[in-house]
């Protein structure tokens, strides 16, 4: 199985960034006359040749378009973590799952923390190609649950939060083609932010009955997305198996 990475491609001919082109070489020894898959980050991907100048100039010749993949249809958004090192967890471990975009909330009771969109970038970027995807998740900038409110959503909406529900749960319908799904912070929704979500057709999402850590029950309510959607018979959608 030929190892993934990000690119652009021009006709027949494409080009490795410098730090991708040493990972080939220097980490997995690839040399001219190997394959591998150059994906674009919008769900195409070609399997490409190593050139014998690969290693001056990352150029790679293109051998065939793979079949596309299809785009995850799920937004999610979690109140900004304590500590960074969770939050980078989180989302490498939900671009492996399949997310249209992540979305860090400032939520009332976060702790808000040094937030560093271009590292969580990188490491969305990583994880990608790690789990053979061919799109790469949106990264919003950090926006308040008001200015979430303000923006056009996916019509299926929902939130998790450990206070007892207001509404009814509902789980996620089968067949959607696309949702958002929240989740808060450490110290969880305040009651303001709860009231303003379902004034704004968010509806609660039940996710386990026991109380999870934040980056838990946001990889749960994506997996929930998946069972629903039919997405977690992953090797049915990945042509590279």
Not at 76 to 100: F, S, T
Request: hydrophobic share 40%.
């Amino acid at each position: 199985m030929h190892p993934v990475f990000f690119g652009q491609v021009n006709q027949n001919r494409a080009e490795l960034s410098l730090p991708d082109r040493q990972h080939a070489g220097r980490v997995l020894r690839l040399r001219a006359g190997q394959l591998i898959v150059l994906c674009n980050g919008r769900g195409q991907a070609w399997e490409a040749e190593l050139l014998p100048q690969f290693a001056q100039t990352g150029e790679l010749k293109i051998q065939r378009e793979l079949p596309p993949q299809s785009q995850p249809g799920l937004w999610l958004g979690i109140g900004m973590l304590h500590k960074a090192d969770r939050m980078e967890w989180l989302a490498e471990k939900a671009v492996e799952l399949g997310i249209q975009g992540l979305i860090p909330l400032r939520s009332e009771r976060a702790q808000a923390y040094r937030f560093n969109q271009e590292r969580l970038q990188k490491i969305m970027e990583a994880g990608m190609k790690q789990s053979q995807r061919f799109w790469l998740p949106k990264l919003l900038p950090p926006m308040s649950i008001a200015e979430l409110c303000q923006q056009e959503w996916p019509a299926h909406r929902r939130f998790a939060y450990c206070s007892e529900a207001k509404q009814q749960p509902e789980e996620w319908p089968e067949a959607a083609a696309e949702g958002i799904g929240l989740i808060g912070p450490e110290g969880d929704f305040s009651p303001a932010e709860i009231d303003l979500l379902l004034q704004n057709n968010f509806k609660p999402l039940t996710l386990s009955a026991f109380r999870l850590r934040s980056e838990t029950a946001a990889l749960t309510m994506l997996c929930k997305w998946n069972q629903a959607e039919g997405l977690d018979r992953v090797g049915m959608q990945n042509p590279l198996l």
